[in-house]
T-cell receptor, first 113, second 113 residues
Framework: DQQVKQNSPSLSVQEGRISILNCDYTNSMFDYFLWYKKYPAEGPTFLIS?????DKNEDGRFTVFLNKSAKHLSLHIVPSQPGDSAVYFC????????????FGGGTRLMVKP | EPEVTQTPSHQVTQMGQEVILRCVPISNHLYFYWYRQILGQKVEFLVS????????KSEIFDDQFSVERPDGSNFTLKIRSTKLEDSAMYFC???????????FGDGTRLSIL
């Protein structure tokens, strides 16, 4: 099942710079997209989401961009902080399928001081 | 901040035995979900549950699996006769509705011997 893909398994960024995490999807029926952050031995923590009727949503240091024509989603973190170091998952939801989330494989972000 | 609570954190069970995983949702959440993550693989959807019935289930959620909300607070996942391949981290998630984020517990690590 490759409906949601995160092609970069890891990303290293200097503190204070921008982190850009990318996600691609294949199912044009997805109608809601989310980003989660995960630390070892914890569950995914919700960060930010976007409905398919929008192309941008911002919450503090986090901005999610949605390009429906390209079936591409990205998360921008500005400025990046060492505490942002974690694995980031994108997920896509289908309302007509019980709101089930389909997850990408994750990108490990390392923010260096 | 309210959180989803899962018990036990780790369950070790002999193959063929029944296991029940428990989840206490955030109090005003009415939508409930189970996901699992096999080591090294993506987080996978199992089932969604609303208004005391299953809304959607995946191919993984076969006759060996069941869910219920026995007392109006706990939300449980039962595996009737466990198999080695059921070994995984099982996450409960709850939410307030469609197009709203799902909030995850820290998971139960299930080890089948």
């Amino acid at each position: 099942d490759q409906q949601v893909k995160q092609n970069s398994p890891s990303l290293s960024v200097q503190e204070g710079r921008i982190s850009i995490l990318n996600c691609d999807y294949t199912n044009s029926m997805f109608d809601y997209f989310l980003w989660y952050k995960k630390y070892p031995a914890e569950g995914p923590t919700f960060l930010i989401s976007i409905s398919s009727i929008k192309d941008k949503n911002e919450d503090g240091r986090f901005t999610v961009f949605l390009n429906k024509s390209a079936k591409h989603l990205s998360l921008h973190i500005v400025p990046s902080q060492p505490g942002d170091s974690a694995v980031y998952f994108c997920a896509a939801s289908l309302y007509n399928a019980g709101n089930m989330l389909t997850f990408g494989g994750g990108t490990r972000l390392m923010v260096k001081p | 901040e309210p959180e989803v609570t899962q018990t036990p954190s780790h369950q070790v069970t002999q193959m063929g035995q029944e296991v029940i995983l428990r989840c206490v949702p955030i109090s005003n959440h009415l939508y409930f979900y189970w996901y699992r993550q096999i080591l090294g693989q993506k987080v996978e959807f199992l089932v969604s549950f609303y208004n005391n019935e299953i809304s959607e289930k995946s191919e993984i959620f076969d006759d060996q699996f069941s869910v219920e909300r026995p007392d109006g607070s706990n939300f449980t996942l039962k595996i009737r006769s466990t198999k080695l391949e059921d070994s995984a981290m099982y996450f409960c998630a709850t939410g307030t509705g469609p197009f709203q984020p799902q909030h995850f517990g820290d998971g139960t690590r299930l080890s089948i011997l």
